[in-house]
């Protein structure tokens, strides 16, 4: 898979093997929060503060807006997703992105990364490549890894690198 930019106002994948190409339509579902350990990693308490007002304020006024950011992120990747008509005879595929859905994409990435962390208890030791578990497990420290790649490059491109 390699990355160009088109023009100003798009980027383009191309070269996308099949695996790669099922990895990036698991974004939405590896985003996804599903338990306590990966809400508390997206939507963490500002502080360590005991104060209720504050705590409170932060649930009724900050983690809506946060849900709503995470969720239409989701919808720009599953669009331009949807919006790549592949043809099933093809060996590899082509995802063209408008440049303006980059902060989507990369909001999209990190939120996958750190639901994925939290849901499979993932260290920094497991980062480095001493990673041990089911192959479940292993899979989605895969995923991590693979996703940070991909962010990394998002982020170089939005920066105009």
Known sequence: MYFARVDDETILLA?????WWELLH???????????????????????????TFEQDWEDFVQPELKE???????IVEQDLEACAIEETQLYYNLVIPVKHLPAWINALNQARLALGARYGVTEVDMEGHAQGTDER????????????LQEYFMRAADGV
């Open 138 to 149: 292993l899979l989605a420290i895969d995923k991590i890894n693979l996703y940070g790649q």
């Open 69 to 75: 950011l995470f969720q239409s992120s989701i919808e």
């Open 26 to 52: 698991q974004i939405p579902e590896s985003s996804k929060i599903g338990d306590d350990s990966a809400r508390d990693r997206l939507y963490p308490r500002p502080t360590e503060s005991t104060d209720k």
């Open 15 to 19: 070269g996308i093997d099949l695996s």
